[in-house]
C-alpha cells in the first residue's frame, strides 16, 4: 500500500521556521517528482514547491521563494519543505505529493499520490 506521510507541522511564531518532511513507503519514488501543496480554510488547495526526480531541479510559488526550500534524501524515499520567515498568510494544512511524468507539476489535478497533511499554524 502506497503511503505518504507528513510530519513537522506545528504553531510558530511570525518570523520563525519549520522543517515538514513526507516519508513515502509501498513502492519505489525513485523516479516521481515531488511536491508540497497547501490549503488554508476558505481557500482552494495551492501548488507550493517541487522537486524533479533527480533531485537537481525544483520550482516554487512565488509567494514562497527565497524563504521556502525543498529537497528530498538520497534514497528518495523522504522529502522536505524548508520553511524560514513564516508569516501569517501561511497558516495553512500542507500536503505532500508524488506524480510521474506530467506535463507540470504546478496543478494538484497532475498529482498520482497524496498524503493526509500536516497543520501549519503561523501566529502574529
Known amino acids: 500500500q502506497v503511503q505518504l506521510v507528513e510530519s513537522g507541522g506545528g504553531l510558530v511564531q511570525v518570523g520563525g521556521s519549520l522543517r515538514l518532511s513526507c516519508a513515502a513507503s509501498g513502492r519505489t519514488f525513485s523516479n516521481y517528482a515531488m511536491g508540497w501543496f497547501r490549503q488554508a480554510p476558505g481557500k482552494e488547495r495551492e501548488f507550493v514547491a517541487a522537486?524533479?526526480?533527480?533531485?537537481?531541479?525544483?520550482l516554487y510559488a512565488d509567494s514562497v521563494k527565497e524563504r521556502f526550500t525543498i529537497y528530498r534524501d538520497s534514497a528518495k524515499t523522504t522529502w522536505y519543505l524548508q520553511m524560514n520567515n513564516l508569516k501569517p498568510e501561511d497558516t495553512a494544512v500542507y500536503y505532500c505529493a508524488a506524480a510521474k511524468n506530467v506535463p507540470t507539476m504546478t496543478a494538484s489535478s497532475n498529482m498520482h499520490y497524496w498524503g493526509k497533511g500536516t497543520l501549519v499554524t503561523v501566529s502574529s
Open positions: 522537486i524533479g526526480w533527480s533531485g537537481t531541479s525544483t
